[in-house]
């Protein structure tokens, strides 16, 4: 019985996500092809705005995201009015179908009388096309991908803060420490492992999320909210190119690749994996 | 120097317990900030859509927008495919990979730290990303549009067996031997030893697992494309980017229909929600 659970059923499960796992068959296309199809992404101009625009999305949404969950986890993990309230609160949108909630930000960023304009307009300020404006497209997406992941991370963190010992906040007390002196001397670097889990999780996402730019934006206007995955998407399905959208996942998987030796190689390597 | 230090002390801690209000506010502006998108889809889907972007206090209440929304999109047979597809995907992801968690935790073969980097490596790969290949293999196999073919790439799941490992591993090995010596069989030492002490892990996964694929998008999008396989993410999609115009309060409530579910189950084990996803991120 041993061996059979071991040997039969392991080997299946084995294959099958190798099978899942497996590389799309850029290799292959380039048999007949050649590097066409890699000199064809080169010289495409929406693939290099659509890199770019990942680029700027990852490296807002993670400081940010990263940022808020911080403050969010020190504020629940103290004793604060309306503590249960503030987490669920905070924690909400990780529930939430980004499908949903997309719909909702739509009509936010609605021109005229959607809801940041109205806010705009009460204070005096003109309001704006969030969504149909090519400088502000992204930055409104960026907004919502923020408000969407600080939740989730948050939790890590507390998890963590809940983790570290009472007897250095009472230390930090009676020498007088600021609350900001004891943070950046005490919490931060003991948070050290969970901020590098986080800082993984957020860079894979930020390659991941896409769901809301195609129900917002569509990646437009112009290609001004395209990002890889939806331009890959958008070759792949809506063009049905499959020769090229297996180039561009193999710009992701190089991509995330990257991530991963970043996390195996560079740091901690034994925070996650024993 | 005693005295002003102690007269220091005294005034630092007026000051923090004023810098303590100041974060008391910051904190509940962040989250009234993170939950009116919530509360504005509830405003908007209980008023008649005249009131959907003026907020009176007198608006009328009305149920309206959840019956024509209920009726102008199949959502009964989008909410039986979600509740159909997160189920079977469970079920599966339970018994695959808990065999192969089993078999990376507590056997010795050829290649298992091979095998097991290359099952950890679709904790970066997510399925979604190959979503092209995937298509390919699903055409292939015929499975299309279909909610098996949909389910497919997420029966095994890193995640599941990585978490499920760790747990299996630090199963004392008394236990085992115990059961060895009572002449159990692995299958059931597995059934009766393993499974049952794992229990907070497989809730946690469960958990993650339900409220990922009650929410995932992108991967039903491009394998279903009919109303027998949509779930409910991608039937709401279609439904808000057709039919209907920009009728606010349709498409909230359409909205509010399709995340009640996990939001109700959110608010009621709330708790259980929280520990579990912090139980599946610190491994």
């Known amino acids: 019985m041993v061996l059979l659970v071991g040997f039969t059923h392991f080997p299946a499960v084995a ?18 092809v050649g590097m066409e199809n890699y000199r064809v992404m080169l010289e495409d101009p929406i693939f290099w705005k659509s890199v770019m625009n990942n680029f700027w999305f990852a490296f807002i949404t993670i400081p940010f995201s ?16 309306g503590r249960d309230f503030l987490r669920t609160a905070f924690f909400l949108p990780t529930v939430l179908p980004m499908i949903a909630v997309a719909n909702i930000w739509i009509f936010f960023y609605t ?64 020498e007088g420490a600021s609350a900001w002196y004891f943070f950046r001397r005490i919490q931060w670097p003991l948070l050290m492992p969970t901020t590098i889990f986080v800082l993984i999780n957020a860079l894979i996402n930020a390659f991941r999320m896409v769901d809301h730019i195609i129900v917002m934006t569509k990646g437009g206007p112009d290609n ?23 180039v561009l996942t193999v710009v992701l998987l190089c991509i995330l690749a990257l991530v991963g030796l970043l996390q195996f190689f560079i740091l901690d390597r034994r925070a996650h994996y024993q | 120097m005693r005295q002003p230090v102690s007269d220091l002390r005294g005034s630092t801690r007026r000051l923090d317990r004023a810098r303590g209000w100041l974060s008391t506010s910051a904190a509940w502006l962040v989250a009234i900030v993170w939950i009116v998108p919530l509360l504005y889809a509830l405003w908007a889907a209980f008023h008649p859509s005249a009131f959907a ?8 209440l009305t149920l309206a927008n959840f ?22 995907v469970l079920g599966m992801q339970l018994v695959v990979c808990t065999l ?15 095998l097991f980097a290359l099952v950890l490596i679709q904790l970066m790969v997510m399925p979604e990303i190959l979503l092209v290949r995937n298509y390919q293999t699903l055409t292939q196999l015929g499975l299309v549009d279909s909610l098996f073919g949909i389910g497919l790439p997420y029966f095994a799941s890193a995640f599941a067996i990585f978490l499920l490992r760790q747990t299996f591993k630090t199963i004392p090995k008394e236990l085992v031997e115990a059961a060895v010596m009572e002449g159990a069989s692995s299958l059931q030492i597995l059934r009766k030893v393993y499974i049952p002490l794992a229990k907070p892990t497989y809730l946690a996964f469960a958990l993650v697992s339900v409220s990922y694929h009650w929410n995932n998008f992108l991967w039903p999008l491009v394998v279903s494309n009919s109303v027998e396989s949509r779930p409910l993410t991608v039937g709401l999609q279609v439904f808000s980017s057709t039919d209907q115009g920009i ?37």
């Open chain 1, 224 to 246: 001004a909210s395209s990002l890889i995955l939806f331009y890959l998407y958008e070759v792949g399905f809506k063009f049905w190119d499959q020769g090229y959208a297996s």
């Open chain 2, 53 to 60: 972007t003026k907020f009176v206090l007198n608006a009328p």
């Open chain 2, 247 to 283: 009728d606010w309060s349709i498409i909230t409530a359409a909205t509010l229909l399709t995340s009640a579910p996990l939001l109700i189950g959110f608010l009621i084990f709330q708790r259980q929600f929280v520990q579990s996803f912090m139980r599946a991120g610190i491994k």
């Open chain 2, 67 to 88: 019956v024509s929304a209920w009726q102008a999109a199949p959502f009964t047979r989008y909410f039986l495919n979600t509740t159909m597809l997160v189920a079977g």
């Open chain 1, 66 to 81: 990263i940022g808020m969950s911080i403050l969010m986890a020190l504020w629940v993990n103290d004793k604060i009015a």
């Open chain 1, 15 to 32: 294959t099958f996500i190798d099978s899942l796992m497996s590389t799309p068959r850029a290799g292959r296309a380039a048999v007949f």
């Open chain 1, 111 to 174: 021109p005229g009388y959607g809801l940041v304009n109205q806010i705009l307009q009460l204070f005096g300020f003109a309001g704006h096309n969030w969504l149909g404006e090519p400088n502000l497209v992204l930055g409104s997406v960026i907004v919502v991908a923020i408000w969407k992941e600080a939740g989730f991370f948050m939790i890590f963190y507390l998890a963590a803060l809940q983790s570290l010992s009472p007897s250095y906040k009472e230390a930090a007390q009676i």
């Open chain 2, 100 to 114: 192969a968690a089993y078999a990376f935790a507590c056997y010795e073969f050829l290649g298992k730290s091979a």
